[in-house]
């Protein structure tokens, strides 16, 4: 059984930045993927970024050039690096990490005025 804890969600105004980070226990074995995905109201949950236990990553294309993930295997952490925030990247932000199964943290809320 994996825990993942999200901490670093805040207020912020457009234009600024915020780190989310995202710490993972329990696990017996490695961490395979480990990802950042968010669900704004009224919507349903998409994908931010992905990573791989090697360090390959995915983004979408919406925060391409503003949020980097990376990740700290040897800690199992994965954290999302926001740059340039807008008031659309405003949502609950989840960690996701697969290791046999998917898992998922109580996710971590993110809003960005105007």
């Known amino acids: 059984q994996v825990q993942l804890v999200e901490s670093g969600g805040d207020l912020v105004q457009a234009g600024g930045s915020l780190r989310l980070s995202c710490a993972a226990s329990g696990s017996r074995f490695s961490i395979d993927d480990m990802g950042w995905y968010r669900q704004a109201p009224g919507k349903q949950r998409e994908l931010v970024a992905t990573?791989?236990?090697?360090?390959?990553?995915n983004y979408a294309d919406s925060v391409k050039g503003r949020f980097t993930i990376s990740r700290d295997n040897a800690k199992n952490m994965v954290y999302l690096q926001m740059n340039s925030l807008k008031p659309e990247d405003t949502a609950v932000y989840y960690c996701?990490?697969?290791?046999?199964?998917?898992?998922w943290g109580q996710g971590t809320q993110v809003t960005v005025s105007s």
């Open positions: 996701r990490a697969f290791t046999f199964r998917v898992y």
């Open positions: 990573i791989t236990r090697g360090g390959s990553t």
